[in-house]
Every structure is written in C-alpha cells, then in structure tokens.
C-alpha cells in the first residue's frame, strides 16, 4: 500500500516528524507490532521520513547491519522512541513536559550537533539541517532535533492519540476536532461500530415494544 500516509510500510499520520517516528510501532491485526525489526529497517523509515537519500541508506545500511555499533544504535533509537512516548502520554495527560524527557533530548543535542543551511526554494528560502550520515549514531541526532521541535514549538493542545488505536497526532483542524488517526483506518471503524451499535438500541426496543 503507498499513499501519502503509507510509505513503504511505515504509516505518517502524525503531522509531525517526531510523531511519525513515535508512531512506528503501531496495531496491526490486533497487536501493538515493532516496524524497526531491525537495522537496515530502520533505515528505510529514515528514507521513506526524507531524513535519507536511499543511496546514503543503502551505503550505512551495507557497512552496519548485523554489526555490534548497528545493533547498539538501533537499541538506542528504539529506547529513545519509548522515552518519547512517556513523554507525549504526560503531555496529553497533563499538558506538561516532564524534565527529565527535556534533559535527555539536551544531553542527545549536544552529542549529536547540527550544522544549518539555507536553500532557496524559488518562492521562498527555507533553513535546513546540513546532515551528513556518516555512522550510526547521527541517525539519532536528527531525531533529537525532530523531538526538539515537537516539544519546543508544538501547541501541548495539538498533541492526541487516536481514540481507537495507539496513534498519535498533532491536531491541526480548525476546530481541533480530530479524534482518529485517520478516517480510512479508525475514523470508517468507529463510525461502523456505532451505526452497529445504534442498529442493536433500536432492535432492542422495538423488540421490547
């Protein structure tokens, strides 16, 4: 399946990088499923978010799957991943940034800096990272910076998980009225579910009458 919100098997729902990697462990089939199974799968959710070239994926992908500094690095990603999602969960509960989620995307930024660039896009110039793979580790500055963001410059009352799965979103409608991750997969769902529930209330009292 490849649409705007499918690529290459990992799902963009979440209007927002960090989300997007957030969301890559998602339900599938009725259980929550890892999508970074390992490496170089990673890589190509790196690839299908725009961080990488395939070339660039292809030539880390070549050099470090399988090895002790590939592997180390996928732990740290996905460890980093969980440490998010207690943060987003504060942060849709509580409307607060715990501390200790700002402390260690300021420990990651300082490990992993960034040089910028600005490109002129015809229209408009626009300032970019100038990220240039070159081992494992930088892979996890660029999602640093993607959290950074959601965290620094992201309205708190933007950022929802979908109401019937383990999505999550930054609510941009105008009414802040989005409750799925998407009409095609949750939003069809609940709205079948509760036309089926309307169906069994009538049947009930009309049975009853």
Known sequence: MQNQTVRDGFLFLGDHPALDFLNTKPILHGQQVDLFTDFSTMLRWFVAAGVLDRSSA????????????????????????????????????????P??????????????????????????????????CTAPEDLIGILADAVADLLADTDRAQIRKCETCVIHFRDTTKNHARR????QFCGNRAKVAAYAARNRRRTTRSNKA
Do not use: Y
Request: aromatic share 8%; glycine share 6%.
């Open 180 to 183: 799925w991750c998407s009409m």
């Open 58 to 97: 292809k030539r880390l992908a070549d050099q470090w799957t399988g090895t002790q500094q590939g592997e180390a690095t996928l732990a740290r990603i996905l460890a980093f991943r969980e440490s998010l999602r207690s943060a987003v969960l504060a942060v849709e509960s509580t409307g607060k940034i």
């Open 99 to 132: 501390r200790s989620a700002i402390d260690q995307v300021n420990v990651l930024l300082r490990q992993h800096p960034f040089s910028f660039q600005i490109a002129d896009l015809g229209t408009k110039v626009t300032k970019k990272i100038a990220f240039r």
